[in-house]
Nanobody, 117 residues
Framework: QVQLVESGGGLVQPGGSLILSCAFSGRLFAIYFMGWYRQAPGKEREVVASTAANEGTFMYADSVKGRFTISRTTTKNAVFLQMNSLHVEETAVYYC??????????WGQGTQVTVAS
């Protein structure tokens, strides 16, 4: 059974930093996509950052460019999100997402990030 487990969320002051981690376990066939999404209260889930696993390409939402960095282990069994200069409006539940070549789509349970003074 595939599991994605996020960690690293918490309370941080505006302007602060956090590193989110997402570890994968189970049988994941040919991962091609790894990404981080977030969902704030009353809003739709949105993509924050993603990477094409075999191409080494990266995508960032405009609102986080220059502040967030997505990375992964070389074994492709974990993905990370370094978040700097956090804003209050970035308070949300952050989810990791993995896509595989056999059309598998997997989500973690989410980790709460709260940006507040």
């Amino acid at each position: 059974q595939v599991q994605l487990v996020e960690s690293g969320g918490g309370l941080v002051q505006p302007g602060g930093s956090l590193i989110l981690s997402c570890a994968f376990s189970g049988r994941l066939f040919a991962i091609y996509f790894m990404g981080w999404y977030r969902q704030a209260p009353g809003k739709e889930r949105e993509v924050v950052a993603s990477t094409a696993a075999n191409e080494g390409t990266f995508m960032y939402a405009d609102s986080v460019k220059g502040r967030f960095t997505i990375s992964r282990t070389t074994t492709k069994n974990a993905v990370f999100l370094q978040m700097n200069s956090l804003h209050v409006e970035e308070t949300a539940v952050y989810y990791c997402h993995v896509g595989t070549l056999d059309n598998g789509k997997y989500w973690g349970q989410g980790t709460q990030v709260t940006v507040a003074s």
